[in-house]
C-alpha cells in the first residue's frame, strides 16, 4: 500500500513537473513572437516617417517654388 502511494506520489509529481515545464515553453515562444515582430516592425517604421519626413520637405520646396515663380517681380 505504501509503495502504491508513493508511485502516485511520483506520478503527479512527474505530471505536474512536466506541466510547468510546458506552460513556460509557450511563454518563451510567445516572449520570442513578439520578439521578432519587433524587430520586424521598427526598421518599417523608422522607414516609414523618415518617408514622409521626406515628402513633406518635397512638397514644402515645390509649394516654394511654386509660389516664387507666380509672385510678381519688382
Avoid: C, R, Y
Wanted: hydrophobic share 45%; aromatic share 2%.
Amino acid at each position: 500500500m505504501a509503495n502504491e502511494t508513493n508511485d502516485f506520489s511520483i506520478a503527479l509529481s512527474n505530471l505536474l513537473d512536466t506541466a510547468g515545464k510546458l506552460a513556460q515553453q509557450q511563454v518563451d515562444l510567445l516572449t520570442s513572437g513578439v520578439k521578432a515582430v519587433v524587430q520586424i516592425v521598427e526598421p518599417l517604421a523608422k522607414t516609414a516617417i523618415d518617408l514622409v519626413g521626406s515628402a513633406s520637405n518635397t512638397v514644402g520646396q515645390a509649394l516654394q517654388s511654386i509660389s516664387s515663380a507666380i509672385a510678381p517681380k519688382k
